[in-house]
């Protein structure tokens, strides 16, 4: 009986935990595929530069989630500190990548 009601509390913990990172998921992919849509519309990107792109913002997606989760009703004051190290990080990985230039091309057309 032990052993039943162990695997079934188990079961249910990771079928939690897999939902709500599915979620996450499906937030990360929706937002960058608009931030694609955005960008498109106004520039052409190559098909390495969306990969890597996609990669960069889906990251930096994951880590405001987990930032949000963490801080946002408990401390807003560092939810934001975290948020701006976050959007610096992304901008720093977006200039490594693409370069100053293009890096701010792309992220210009995102805002607009």
Not at 39 to 47: C, F, N
């Amino acid at each position: 009986m032990k052993k039943s009601l162990f695997t079934l509390v188990l079961g249910l913990l990771v079928s939690i935990a897999t939902m709500a990172q599915s979620n996450n998921d499906r937030r990360a992919e929706r937002i960058t595929q608009q931030a694609l849509t955005k960008i498109e519309a106004s520039l052409t990107l190559k098909e390495e530069e969306k990969k890597t792109f996609e990669a960069l913002k889906k990251e930096s997606l994951f880590k405001h989630f987990e930032i949000a989760d963490e801080y946002k009703t408990k401390d807003p004051e560092m939810f934001k500190q975290k948020i701006k190290e976050n959007n610096e990080k992304f901008n720093e990985s977006m200039f490594k990548a693409f370069g100053k230039a293009r890096a701010r091309e792309i992220m210009a057309t995102m805002k607009n």
